[in-house]
């Protein structure tokens, strides 16, 4: 049972950064993808970023472009999203999940596709 661990929230002044971490248990879906979601309070969970373990492709929602940067450490099973120029609308609780399928052709951000989930990590930006 792949188990995902994130950590790294908490509460920051509007501007400020913030780095997420999510660790994997085991890498049993070494060519798949990790990404990163969110849920703000009253709203859907929604895409926010993704990374290929294998290649590093990345995709990102149009809402964190340019402030948002995932990366990954293969080593150490581990995926992180770097946050910067917070705004008290990236209030939410942050989940990590992984897209299981090998290797696939396109990075995206549909919910159903992503199997495994974190339990998330609260992040509180204030103005």
């Known amino acids: 049972q792949v188990q995902l661990v994130e950590s790294g929230g908490g509460l920051v002044q509007a501007g400020g950064s913030l780095r997420l971490s999510c660790a994997a248990s085991e890498r049993t879906f070494s060519s798949g993808v990790m990404g990163w979601f969110r849920q703000a309070p009253g709203k859907e969970r929604a895409f926010v970023a993704a990374v290929s373990w294998s290649d590093g492709r990345t995709l990102y929602a149009d809402s964190v472009k340019g402030r948002f940067t995932i990366s990954r450490d293969n080593a150490k099973n581990t995926v992180y999203l770097e946050m910067n120029s917070l705004k008290p609308e990236d209030t939410a609780v942050y989940y990590c999940?992984?897209?299981?399928?090998?290797?696939?052709?396109?990075?995206?951000?549909?919910?159903?596709?992503?199997?495994?989930w974190g339990q998330g990590t609260q992040v509180t930006v204030s103005s």
């Open positions: 999940a992984v897209d299981p399928r090998v290797r696939p052709a396109q990075i995206v951000g549909v919910q159903s596709l992503y199997k495994y």
